[in-house]
């Protein structure tokens, strides 16, 4: 992938504040529903999102992180990390919750640097964030497609300027016909690799996951066990 455009010198980096949706986790994970049984399944998932979390709020460029959810359990495990949990009051799908989060986590703050970040990235490491942030604080908009190419795992809205989220499916296109600015998706594999489908997960185990997603991964029985999580 050719390396994002660069205007003339650096943005002074704002504090971001980033929106992390999560789905109620019976409902999550539903791709892995012929390899992993329905208990498994919600375990990743809450399990995914905690890394994410605990990622995020590990990067200095990280004022606080948003999570827009309905789910009890997975609410109250991510407030127990230091997010603040918002319900998903619109109720109409990833990119009106997103939108919602984006609102709430600019409620009563003048430097309202905003990103939306996936919640199913295990692997994420506090430093290739900080660098996607230090890179988006250069446009007033823009996004880091998937480890496929084909979605968008984070969207960020500088001061000024609406998220406008388009997840789903094909978002990378969307994201850029959208006028985002696509950053340079090179060196920053933790970012990128999301978790839907098993390969995706032996992808992010290969990568080494999070404390949260190793001990969910180790406790998988052994008929769901995928490559890297025994013994993770």
């Known amino acids: 992938m050719a390396p994002m455009n ?32 329905a208990p498994s399944r919600r375990r990743l998932a809450l399990a995914f999102a905690q890394d994410t979390v605990e990622a995020a709020l590990a990067c200095p460029e990280v004022r606080g992180v948003v999570v827009v959810t309905d789910d009890a359990r997975g609410g109250a495990a991510l407030a127990a ?10 109720g109409a799908g990833l990119n009106a919750a997103l939108a919602h989060g984006a609102r709430a986590a600019r409620r009563g703050t003048s430097r309202g640097a905003v990103a939306a970040l996936n ?7 506090p430093a290739e964030l900080s660098a ?7 446009f007033p908009r823009s996004f880091l497609p998937d480890a496929t190419e084909i979605g968008t795992t984070f969207l960020a809205a500088l001061s000024g300027t609406e998220l406008s989220p388009l997840f789903g ?22 970012v990128r690799q999301d978790v839907d489908t098993v390969a995706d997960l032996r992808a992010a185990l290969a990568l080494g996951v999070g404390p949260h997603t190793r001990r969910a991964a180790a406790a998988l029985p052994a008929r769901e066990r995928v490559a890297g999580s025994a013994g993770a």
């Open 6 to 37: 660069t205007p003339a010198g650096p943005a002074a980096p704002p504090p971001w504040t980033l929106v992390v949706p999560v789905k109620p986790l019976p409902l999550a994970k539903s791709r892995l529903a012929g390899p992993l049984s």
């Open 81 to 90: 990390l230091g997010a603040r949990v918002v319900p998903d009051t619109p």
């Open 119 to 125: 919640a199913d990235l295990p692997a994420l490491r």
């Open 132 to 138: 996607v942030l230090r890179a988006a604080a250069q």
């Open 169 to 190: 499916g094909h978002s990378r296109n969307r994201h850029r016909a959208s006028g985002a600015v696509e950053l340079d998706a090179r060196a920053v594999a933790s």
